[in-house]
Antibody, heavy 120, light 108 residues
Framework: EVQLLESGGGLVQPGGSLRLSCEVS????????MSWVRQAPGKGLEWVSSISRDDATYHADFVKGRFTVSRDNSKNTLYLQMNSLRAEDTAVYYC??????????????WGQGTLVTVSS | EIVLTQSPGTLSLSPGERATLSCRAS???????LAWYQQKPGQAPRLLIY???NRATGIPDRISGSGSGTDFTLAISTLEPEDFAVYYC?????????FGGGTKVEIK
C-alpha cells in the first residue's frame, strides 16, 4: 500500500523558514518523480514544486528563489525547504507521487497534508 | 499558463441523480492531458480520471470523463452518498501544471 506521511508544518513568523518532510512507503521511491501541492484555507489546489527521479527540480514562479525541493532516496524521503515565508504561503502542503520518473503527468497518490501557518 | 474554469461552482443534487461537471481550458489541452480529482472535507484529494477518460485504480464505473481540446466533462451517472464532495480538474499538458477552481457537489 502506497503511503506518504508529511511532517514539519507549524506556525512561523513572516520571513522565517521551515522544512517539510514526506516519508514514503509501499513503492520504490527512487523510481518516481514527486511533487508538493498546496491548498490555502478554503481555497483550491496549487502546484508548488516537483523533482524528477534524476533530481531535476521545478518550482512555481511564486516560490522561485524561496523554496527548494529535494529528495533522499536512502531515506525514502522528500523535502521542501521554505525560506522567506509570507502570509500568503499559509496552506496545507501535500506531498504527492507522480506516475513516472519525469515530472509530467498526474498526482496519483497524496499524503494527508501538513499545515503551514505564516503569521506574527 | 493554461487557466481552467470549472462550472458550476456548486451543484445541488439528490442521491440517485446524475451529475455533470464542466472544465473549460483557456488553451487547448493536447493529447487530453486532463485529470479529475475528488476531495472530501478534511481529506486529501484523490485521483479519479486521467487522460480525460481513463478511470484510476478502484474508481467505480458510475464515474466517467470525456472531452478534448478545451472542453472536458466529468459525469457521475447515479450519485451515491459518498460522491458528495468537491471536484477539481487539472491539466498536465503545459507547465505550470494548473488546477481548476473546483465544483462542489452538495446534497439538495
Amino acid at each position: 500500500e502506497v503511503q506518504l506521511l508529511e511532517s514539519g508544518g507549524g506556525l512561523v513568523q513572516p520571513g522565517g523558514s521551515l522544512r517539510l518532510s514526506c516519508e514514503v512507503s509501499g513503492f520504490t521511491f527512487s523510481n518516481y518523480a514527486m511533487s508538493w501541492v498546496r491548498q490555502a484555507p478554503g481555497k483550491g489546489l496549487e502546484w508548488v514544486s516537483s523533482i524528477s527521479r534524476d533530481d531535476a527540480t521545478y518550482h512555481a514562479d511564486f516560490v522561485k528563489g524561496r523554496f527548494t525541493v529535494s529528495r533522499d532516496n536512502s531515506k525514502n524521503t522528500l523535502y521542501l525547504q521554505m525560506n522567506s515565508l509570507r502570509a500568503e504561503d499559509t496552506a496545507v502542503y501535500y506531498c504527492t507521487k507522480r506516475p513516472g520518473a519525469a515530472t509530467d503527468g498526474t498526482f496519483d497518490y497524496w499524503g494527508q497534508g501538513t499545515l503551514v501557518t505564516v503569521s506574527s | 499558463e493554461i487557466v481552467l474554469t470549472q462550472s458550476p461552482g456548486t451543484l445541488s443534487l439528490s442521491p440517485g441523480e446524475r451529475a455533470t461537471l464542466s472544465c473549460r481550458a483557456s488553451h487547448s489541452v493536447h493529447s487530453s492531458f486532463l485529470a479529475w480529482y475528488q476531495q472530501k472535507p478534511g481529506q486529501a484529494p484523490r485521483l479519479l480520471i486521467y487522460g480525460a477518460s481513463n478511470r484510476a485504480t478502484g474508481i467505480p464505473d458510475r464515474i466517467s470523463g470525456s472531452g478534448s481540446g478545451t472542453d472536458f466533462t466529468l459525469a457521475i451517472s447515479t450519485l451515491e452518498p459518498e460522491d458528495f464532495a468537491v471536484y477539481y480538474c487539472q491539466q498536465y499538458y503545459a507547465s505550470p501544471l494548473t488546477f481548476g477552481g473546483g465544483t462542489k457537489v452538495e446534497i439538495k
